[in-house]
């Protein structure tokens, strides 16, 4: 059983808490998934997770826990003794949280939350002054993580399993990474037997990556992802963090110009034109094809025959993380828009 505790302001809609109970019900198990919506006090928490908990037997129960949910969850483990992996844990949120006082909107609900400054004081005794057994916990810290240091983390659970995050961010938007990595912890074996090797077009992006020396990984999605919108839902994120790769055809030269162009935002072509100082068109599927390298709706930034000319959409720098297609529809690969930039030597401009 894996009992998931949100975080601080989230709900059990959360996109971590969505993969986890998907990827359950994916292998059979929709009823060994809970995500209970936690009180604002910290109390009326504490009294209701515990009490969930306490339904399993402590050797079948996992905690998951995000932020606050983590802290939470570092005391339940103690308390009861069952295994947990925290997910970019709070360390001291009866400090941190001071700045939040007053309403509080609900992440993904229209909910609202009343943040009261008694709610610090009910932090303080959940604390955990010491990890008994560090072998039960398995932390993922973040070093981009905006709002809590990951050397605090690191620190606090030292002697513990941990997987440090190169870059993401405090929501971990790349979790579905590392998915299967905390389920493992948990016990949860695959879906189905062992994967077979990537394609080779993703095995192509894979290597480009790593000559780069580019930390990330090209995993499979479930389901082929043949638009933006729809890797956007497969990976449980907004439609902008996805950078869909776009080959023109530069119409005096000939030659391709590739655009790599948040999701949500349409390429102005005389933009671009501007840029590169030659008109562009569209181009065919075979154009496309001999010039990246890749078959339409499964592009990559990279990993192409020969270098070409690119573009780089600005606004793709909204985002810690955005996501692109990994050779396939079905293959995709997370990384910063800095390090895409940099690594596509493409120029960076307004593209809508």
């Given amino acids: 059983m894996i009992l998931y505790l949100h975080g601080f302001r989230s709900s059990p809609q959360s996109t971590k808490a969505k993969m986890i109970r998907d990827a359950l019900a994916a292998r059979g198990r929709p009823s060994d998934y809970l995500c209970p919506q936690l009180p604002a006090s910290p109390r009326a928490a504490a009294h209701l997770i515990e009490a969930t908990a306490r339904l399993e037997s402590a050797d079948d129960l996992v905690l998951i826990g995000s932020s606050l949910g983590g802290y939470y969850a570092t005391w339940l483990a103690e308390r009861i003794g069952c295994r947990a992996v925290l997910l970019n844990p709070a360390i001291k949120p009866y400090d941190d949280l001071r700045a939040y006082l007053g309403t509080q909107p609900v992440f993904f609900s229209d909910r609202t939350i009343e943040v009261k400054a008694e709610y610090m004081d009910e932090l303080r005794p959940l604390d955990t002054p010491a990890i008994t057994r560090p072998e ?28 440090i995050i190169d870059g993401s961010n405090h929501q971990i938007t790349d979790f579905a990474v590392y998915l299967d990595e905390v389920l493992g912890f948990c016990g949860i074996l695959p879906a189905s037997p062992p994967s077979a090797p990537l394609p080779a077009s993703a095995q192509r992006v894979q290597a480009a990556l790593e000559a780069l ?75 496309v094809r001999e010039a990246s390298g890749f078959a339409i709706g499964g592009v990559a930034p990279l990993g192409h025959p020969a270098p070409l000319a690119t573009i780089v959409d600005r606004s793709l720098r909204r985002f810690d993380t955005v996501w692109a297609a990994g050779g396939t529809p079905t293959c995709v690969f997370p990384i910063d828009p800095a390090t895409l930039a940099a690594a596509c030597g493409g120029r960076e401009i307004d593209v809508a």
């Fill in 136 to 163: 039960r916990y398995f932390l993922l810290a973040a070093t981009g993580d905006e709002l809590i240091d990951w050397r605090l983390m690191a620190a606090r659970y030292e002697g513990c399993r941990q997987r």
């Fill in 213 to 287: 020396g580019i930390a990330a990984r090209v995993v499979e999605l479930p389901v082929a992802a043949h638009t933006s919108q729809q890797a956007a839902d497969a990976l449980g994120i907004a439609v902008g963090g996805i950078a869909k790769s776009l080959v023109f055809r530069g119409l005096q030269s000939g030659r391709a110009v590739l655009v790599i162009a948040a999701g949500d935002r349409r390429v102005d072509e005389a933009r671009v034109a501007a840029e590169i100082g030659e008109p562009i068109g569209r181009a065919t599927p075979e154009f």
